[in-house]
């Protein structure tokens, strides 16, 4: 061989390495690909043109399964993990996915599990229904855990089920929502609960607020026994639960789970206000029944907020809820029980919870045995508290509720249900809507007397003064309330106040629960300065104490606040000070409610001085959405003199 004709050689056969080197490299990155054979990809042709001819990707079903919504001239999934799609477009291209899809049903059966077929069992009975799919034509895959998984639930009916909230705990104050799905066992509590909720461990108030209106957090779907959510809920966080069981049918239910069962271990980005708890189960419920619509109303109104007791009303207003029931709270039986017992039977609870007394030693007492009945029935569910709230270990929760059981069995003819005690409280999808519009006239009087009107929104959520029935007694929730006036004699317009957060927790105090009220408050407030001028300030007010209820006249409270405006037109730019509140909050009717009132703050750090306020607001109900309200004050600061009355309507939407 010529010298030439060697490097030709040589460069041909390093080509020819290159190129077989280079192929082997491409097969194993490929990994275990499933290569399909010539009539699956004809069957498989033939499945995209038909889905393509029947525009299967814009099917609301499609979009339910997918979770896809409207996002500028296209769709966007609020599903935020990529492992849920099976096309890299498919967060935004309803039509890959569904072709990705539909290609991801032919691979290997060796997956098992992790089989397309298996892990997104309720695409895959859709499209067998849409296509009319011949599964003699598709890899053969038994979906064993899926199997097994379905065994275990024993589906036949639902039920969305809402704990109410709980008025002395910022994360519990606007209520939950899950879903129960009952099976053929007797008990509802050995059924399992679908839950959503933000995977969070951030015990700092402000950073768990922030993260979660910012989408920080990731939220999951979860499914867990539903006796362990009674637990958390009504026994441990004070919370009453209404079951709204839900007309679903069988084969209803039975697509439901499938659903759920697709989106286990996928996370979608949680936002407090918006794609919260309550609003990601309304797809659960949709796939169900993808006839109701229940999701786009949300999205479509100009809101900012998905309020738990909204999704119930949107859920009622379908058609899809035949009965509700109540199931209360150990503290709210407790209340209940302790509310029909004189001061002397309370007293002698209290006496047997601390072992002063023994509950053989009150069966010898002299005094009537439906008085000892209701004596020990309260201390078998106060037991129970406090065991459930871990205040007891079970060693002696044990013994003393066993001695407690064994004296109430030798009291014949007294049994009662302790859940019959409880009065029926209002449901809380008959409450008043949590947005708020009020139009208002009054009179200001300051350096000089003034005319005004007054308009107020309120995107969320309850007042204290708003109607109370389907919301916590004497708990208040209010976001971003703004108030601007309107002054006719000079034809000025002044923004009055901007409340970012608006928070206060009367929660009455007695023998048995010792809670703490407080309040929080933060905003743009308009304040009287040393020159009688007025200005906006920044303010953070805060504070802590005790309310007690006054039987039918409502409740009385007292707390220690602490307030600090900022502010330029201070010398000092800051003031701040501490203080008494007081007052008396009192349904005198149905119809008419009151708040009285009054306030010391002594600023003694930045710019000193010292303010006396009393306000009493009435509010009258003239229907659950509507309802007129008078409000009176009288505040001395820097030693000026201010005067505020008006009157005004409110309309809830």
């Given at each position: 061989m010529t010298p030439a004709c060697f490097r030709v050689y040589r460069a041909y056969r390093s080509v020819y390495l290159f190129f077989v080197l280079s192929s082997f490299l491409v097969l194993l990155s490929a990994g275990p690909a499933h290569a399909l054979d010539?009539?699956?990809?004809?069957?498989?042709?033939?499945?995209?043109?038909?889905?393509?001819?029947?525009?299967?990707?814009?099917?609301?079903?499609?979009?339910?399964?997918?979770?896809?919504?409207?996002?500028?001239?296209?769709?966007?999934?609020?599903v935020d993990d990529p492992k849920f799609?099976?096309?890299?477009?498919?967060?935004?291209?309803?039509?890959?996915?569904?072709?990705a899809t539909l290609a991801a049903f032919f691979q290997d059966p060796a997956l098992g599990d992790d089989h397309p077929q298996c892990r997104f069992v309720a695409r895959y009975a859709w499209l067998k229904k849409q296509l009319h799919i011949d599964e003699s034509k598709l890899p053969s895959v038994t979906c064993a855990k899926y199997r097994e998984a379905l065994g275990n639930i024993r589906m036949q009916s639902a039920v969305l089920v809402f704990p109410a909230a709980y008025g002395n705990g910022p994360a519990s104050m606007f209520g939950h929502t899950l879903i129960r799905i009952d099976s053929t066992l007797k008990s509802d509590l050995l059924s399992y609960a679908v839950n959503y909720a933000a995977h969070a461990e951030d015990s700092n108030g402000f950073i768990y607020t922030f993260k979660g209106l910012f989408g920080f957090y990731k939220g999951y779907y979860s499914i867990l026994p539903y006796y362990e959510k009674v637990k958390e809920y009504n026994n441990i966080e004070h919370r009453d639960i209404w079951e709204y069981h839900l007309n679903l049918s069988e084969p209803e239910v039975r697509r439901m789970v499938m659903h759920i069962w697709e989106l286990k271990d996928t996370y979608s980005d949680y936002y407090f206000f918006t794609e919260n708890c309550s609003y990601n189960l309304l797809f659960l419920l949709e796939a169900a029944r993808p006839t109701v619509n229940l999701?786009?109303?949300?999205?479509?109104?100009?809101?900012?907020?998905?309020?738990?007791?909204?999704?119930?009303?949107?859920?009622?207003?379908?058609?899809?809820?035949?009965?509700?029931?109540?199931?209360?709270?150990?503290?709210?039986?407790?209340?209940?029980?302790?509310?029909g017992m004189s001061a002397d039977d309370q007293k002698l609870t209290v006496k047997i919870m601390r072992r002063d007394i023994a509950p053989v030693q009150?069966?010898?007492?002299?005094?009537?045995?439906?008085?000892?009945?209701?004596?020990?029935?309260?201390?078998?569910?106060?037991?129970?508290?406090?065991?459930?709230n871990r205040e007891l270990p079970k060693e002696e929760y044990l013994k003393q509720f066993m001695s407690v059981l064994n004296s109430r069995s030798t009291i014949t003819g007294q049994s009662v249900d302790v859940a019959d005690t409880v009065s029926l409280p209002g449901r809380p999808d008959l409450g008043h809507r949590p947005g708020k519009v009020a139009m208002s006239a009054g009179w200001h009087s300051s350096r000089r007397s003034a005319w005004f009107s007054e308009l107020e929104w309120r995107p969320a959520y309850h007042d204290l003064m708003d109607p109370g029935e389907g919301y916590v007694d004497g708990a208040q929730v209010n976001f971003l309330d703004i108030r601007g006036r309107y002054y006719p004699d000079d034809g000025t317009l002044k923004l009055q106040s901007w409340r970012l957060l608006d928070i206060i927790s009367l929660a009455p105090r007695d023998r048995f629960f010792l809670p703490v009220s407080w309040k929080v408050a933060a905003g743009f407030d308009r304040l009287v300065m040393k020159n009688g001028s007025e200005h906006l300030a920044f303010r953070v007010n805060s504070g802590g104490g005790a309310a007690y209820k006054m039987g039918t006249f409502g409740m009385a409270y007292l707390m220690l606040e602490s307030d600090i405006q900022l502010s330029n037109a201070y010398y000092e730019n800051f003031s701040f000070g501490l203080g008494p509140s007081a007052g008396v909050y009192a349904d005198l009717t149905r119809l008419w409610r009151v708040n009285l009132s009054g306030q010391a703050i002594f600023y003694r750090l930045g710019e000193k001085h010292q303010t006396l306020k009393g306000t009493?607001?009435?509010?009258?109900?003239?229907?659950?959405?509507?309802?007129m309200e008078l409000t009176a004050s009288r505040e001395e600061t820097f030693h000026h003199d201010l005067t505020d009355i008006m009157l005004g309507w409110n309309f809830y939407f």
């Open positions: 010539r009539e699956s990809e004809a069957y498989l042709r033939t499945l995209v043109v038909a889905a393509q001819q029947k525009n299967l990707y814009a099917d609301r079903y499609w979009n339910i399964l997918l979770h896809y919504k409207p996002s500028g001239s296209g769709m966007t999934s609020l799609f099976l096309s890299p477009e498919g967060k935004t291209n309803p039509q890959a996915e569904l072709k999701t786009d109303p949300f999205r479509e109104r100009i809101r900012f907020w998905v309020i738990p007791s909204d999704t119930i009303r949107a859920v009622v207003a379908s058609g899809m809820v035949d009965g509700v029931k109540y199931r209360p709270s150990l503290a709210t039986r407790v209340e209940s029980l302790a509310a009150l069966t010898g007492m002299k005094i009537p045995a439906e008085e000892k009945a209701k004596v020990l029935d309260l201390t078998a569910e106060l037991l129970q508290y406090r065991y459930s009493l607001r009435q509010s009258f109900m003239v229907n659950v959405n509507n309802t």
